[in-house]
Nanobody, 123 residues
Framework: QVQLVESGGGLVQPGGSLRLSCAAS????????IGWFRQAPGKEREWVSC????????SYADSVKGRFTISRDNAKNTVYLHMNSLKPEDTAVYYC????????????????WGQGTPVTVSS
């Protein structure tokens, strides 16, 4: 059974940091690229970052570039999203998704999705 399980979300003050994890099982993890998306209340799902299967292609949305870092540990079947200098506008439910090999900027590139972890940035 394919599973993607996000964790690490929570409440953080502006300027703070969080590390999200995406733990995968049920498929050949090292053959899949992983993307992070987020969806704020009343807004469309937004692409945040992605990393390809080998980890040598990484991309970020302009809104998070320089503050977020994506990485993967294929031995642990896990992808991480390190989020620094968080802003209130980063508040959203964060989802990870898996797609074959590459780094995709749109949801349709991904075959599997997690259930999401909420992040709230507020003082």
């Amino acid at each position: 059974q394919v599973q993607l399980v996000e964790s690490g979300g929570g409440l953080v003050q502006p300027g703070g940091s969080l590390r999200l994890s995406c733990a995968a099982s049920g498929f050949i993890f090292h053959s899949y690229g992983i993307g992070w998306f987020r969806q704020a209340p009343g807004k469309e799902r937004e692409w945040v970052s992605c990393i390809n299967s080998s980890g040598d292609w990484i991309s970020y949305a302009d809104s998070v570039k320089g503050r977020f870092t994506i990485s993967r540990d294929n031995a642990k079947n896990t992808v991480y999203l390190h989020m620094n200098s968080l802003k209130p506008e980063d508040t959203a439910v964060y989802y990870c998704a898996a797609g074959p090999d590459g780094c995709y900027y749109r949801p349709r590139g991904y075959a599997f999705w997690g259930q999401g972890t909420p992040v709230t940035v507020s003082s």
